[in-house]
């Protein structure tokens, strides 16, 4: 592909729209950002201000609407599309529209996000290909009858997973027989409200698993990269809170597999960008696919820590034709740890209920080895109709002992004020033996920290 300088449009909101605009400034792109009126005083909004005046900003009626964000990009004269995660990241169609309408999806092709986004098709392809996966219905359960033969014959428990969307929506563990219509019914009818796709499949539910995933970027010039692996472990309903990386359950050996294995699904559907292939890992130390997202995620900043990649960066790259700057240096081994603390605007005292609100105080914290991400600023008004994420705090340093001890540090300095964060939760993580172990499984909230939810 020939090499392109690119006008990007940031469809996005929040600390993402920050570092995309972050990202463009290094690379002396143009850029343009969107937001709602509900948005009207974030953060994105007062920075592409300041770096771009008022001819950088537009305002539309939803981060959702294909149609009125690529009007935009028309009277904006962009010439790509950054659509960050969430929202438009990994919506096939909208992506086909942008190739209609001249624009640059910054992101994979449209039968890249169509084949692996739906989980169940995703599983074939990664069984072809020789990805270890976990045993699994092969496609689409329509009936409860159907799902109860499979369970049946896999054995209990068993996982039910909507085959389209993610977050955990449209998932239900059943452990008992007698629960498995109740539970299929609710997984189909959240799935069709959450992704307008009921379907639904089951797989052999991996019990205590760890939840490990790697980091992937390709370009047109034949390069594809593992940017070694990020642990997820500690989520509650299926939503992660903290990660780091590299995983402190994984030997030499074993990271090179998962390396070569992630590098495997992404030649196997050709592709280009940067995407995700998470896996789950068993306590016996086999691995297998789970899924793979098709976009930036959240946590990337903490393989930027140990890689020294500005992922971001890569993209804008990779998307204007011109091969990743970072090509050349794999295989990547990790260089010192990182962890990522995510701040969201709830009250874990109360089950992590959303706590919108104005922010009266903010106040991050600096130093050696710490990143903050963030749209706020004191007076931020932290809405109810979006994402709770209002920051996330990333540390560095030459071991886990070091970087535990950052984030300590980092979370005792950080002051929010006016609305409950996760703040004290992260305090208590990084202080739980379990947890300063290195032994953090899937259910280290419901196991170790019971009383939060």
């Known amino acids: 592909m020939e090499k392109t300088e690119h006008k990007v449009l940031v469809a996005n909101r929040g600390e993402i729209a920050v ?99 739906d989980k169940s098709s995703a599983r074939e392809t990664m069984k072809m290909c020789g990805v270890p996966t976990v045993p699994g219905s092969d496609g689409c359960l329509d009936t409860v009858e159907e799902a109860a033969a499979f369970a049946e014959k896999v054995g209990y428990p068993v996982l039910i997973k909507a085959t389209a969307g993610g977050g955990g929506k449209g998932m239900r563990e059943v452990h008992d027989p007698a629960d498995l219509a109740a539970q299929y019914k609710a997984a189909r009818t959240e799935a069709g409200a959450a992704f307008g796709n009921d379907g639904v499949y089951l797989e052999k539910l991996v019990l205590r698993p760890r939840h490990v995933e790697v980091q992937v970027l390709a370009d047109d010039h034949g390069n594809a990269v593992a940017l070694c692996e990020r642990d997820c472990s500690i989520q509650r309903r299926h939503q992660k809170l903290l990660e780091e990386a590299p995983s402190p359950a994984l030997s030499e050996n074993l990271r090179r597999d998962m390396m ?49 990649t500005d992922i971001i960066k890569e993209q804008l790259r990779i998307a204007a034709g011109e091969p990743m700057s970072c090509a050349g240096r794999a295989p990547f081994s990790p260089s010192g740890h990182a962890i990522e603390l995510r701040i969201n605007a709830e009250d874990p005292e109360h089950g992590f209920r959303p706590c919108p609100g104005t922010v009266t105080r903010f106040e991050p914290p600096a130093g050696p080895g710490v990143r903050v991400e963030t749209y706020l600023r004191p007076g931020s008004r932290i809405s109810p109709y979006y994402d709770s994420l209002v920051a996330k705090v990333v540390v560095h340093g030459q071991d886990r002992a070091e970087a535990v001890a950052r984030a300590k540090r980092a979370l005792d300095e950080f002051v929010i004020e006016g609305i409950a964060t996760t703040i004290p939760f992260h305090k208590r993580v990084l202080d739980n033996e379990v947890f300063l172990a290195g032994d953090a499984t899937t259910d280290f909230i419901e196991t170790q920290m019971g009383d939060v939810l």
Not at 48 to 53: I, P, Q, W
Not at 74 to 89: E, Q
């Open 19 to 117: 570092r995309i605009v972050q990202a463009c400034r290094k690379l002396g792109l143009e850029f343009v950002c969107v937001h709602t009126a509900e948005d009207i005083h974030s953060g994105h909004v007062r920075i592409a201000k300041e770096l771009g005046g008022e001819k950088s900003l537009y305002q539309v009626s939803s981060y959702h609407d294909a149609n009125e964000i690529l009007s935009v990009a028309d009277d904006a004269g962009a010439t790509a599309i950054h659509p960050g995660y969430g929202f438009l990241a990994e919506n096939a169609e909208f992506a086909r529209a942008c190739a209609d309408n001249d624009l640059v999806f910054i992101g994979p092709a449209p039968e890249c996000i169509d084949r692996m986004g």
């Open 260 to 308: 070569k294995a992630a590098l495997k699904a992404v030649r196997a559907v050709d592709y280009k960008n940067a995407g995700t292939i998470e896996f789950l890992l068993d306590e016996r130390g086999q691995f297998y696919f789970m899924e793979m997202n098709t976009r930036v995620q959240v946590e990337h900043p903490v393989t930027e820590e140990i890689t020294g």
